[in-house]
């Protein structure tokens, strides 16, 4: 691939929706293929242990390894997996957050029915029945948890730092 091909597929790739992982303009199906071999490889990535492991036969191993050595040269493996692994790895985050996101929304959901049945359950009772023991830990857990839900403090009790805030930790006061 000369100089002026990389700069055409770079700037292809800055204006349309192309994913370098994609097959390249030049590119022919056994080398595409070989590519591929090289981007789904699960242990490190080595053009080496994929020829070795795949081909029995010492001579066509090294004309293998010589051939996909020159691709992967010619056709940017290396930073085309990179581009690979880092979509991968924001389409698990996205997934992730997803589920997060769906998580939360269930747990808001089965803490607003407890919430009701404890209202209902509060109207009925008689406050005579109430220990001043009981009345305080109800008082404590419902305003941790409200500080909870509303992102102050996290479970273990602890500040939360919201962006822009600094929590100094007392080895760096006096600094």
Same mark, same amino acid.
């Given at each position: 691939?000369?100089? +002026?091909?990389?700069? +055409?597929?770079?700037?292809?790739?800055?204006?349309?929706?192309?994913?370098?992982?994609?097959q390249l303009t030049g590119e022919t199906p056994a080398a595409f293929s070989a590519f591929c071999e090289y981007r789904d490889f699960e242990d490190e990535r080595s053009i080496r242990k994929i020829v070795d492991s795949t081909e029995?036969?010492? !001579?066509?191993?090294?004309?293998?390894?010589? !051939?996909?050595?020159?691709w992967s040269t010619k056709f940017r493996w290396r930073e085309r997996v990179v581009d690979y692994d880092k979509y991968i790895e924001k389409m698990k985050q996205t997934e992730v957050r997803k589920t997060i996101e769906a998580q939360g929304e269930m747990h808001r959901k089965v803490t607003g029915k407890m919430l009701d049945? +404890?209202?209902?359950?509060?109207?009925?009772?008689?406050?005579?029945?109430?220990?001043?023991? !009981?009345? !305080?830990?109800?008082?404590?857990?419902a305003v941790k948890t409200e500080r909870e839900m509303a992102?102050? +403090?996290?479970?273990?009790?602890?500040?939360?730092?919201?962006?822009?805030e600094f929590n100094f930790v007392s080895d760096f006061q006096g600094l």
């Open positions: 691939m000369t100089d +002026i091909d990389k700069t +055409i597929e770079q700037a292809r790739a800055e204006m349309l929706p192309f994913k370098s992982w994609e029995k036969n010492e !001579t066509v191993r090294n004309k293998k390894y010589k !051939t996909w050595l020159n049945v +404890i209202y209902k359950k509060l109207d009925t009772m008689n406050p005579e029945d109430l220990t001043q023991g !009981t009345i !305080t830990d109800w008082v404590q857990v992102g102050l +403090i996290s479970p273990n009790g602890k500040a939360e730092t919201k962006q822009g």
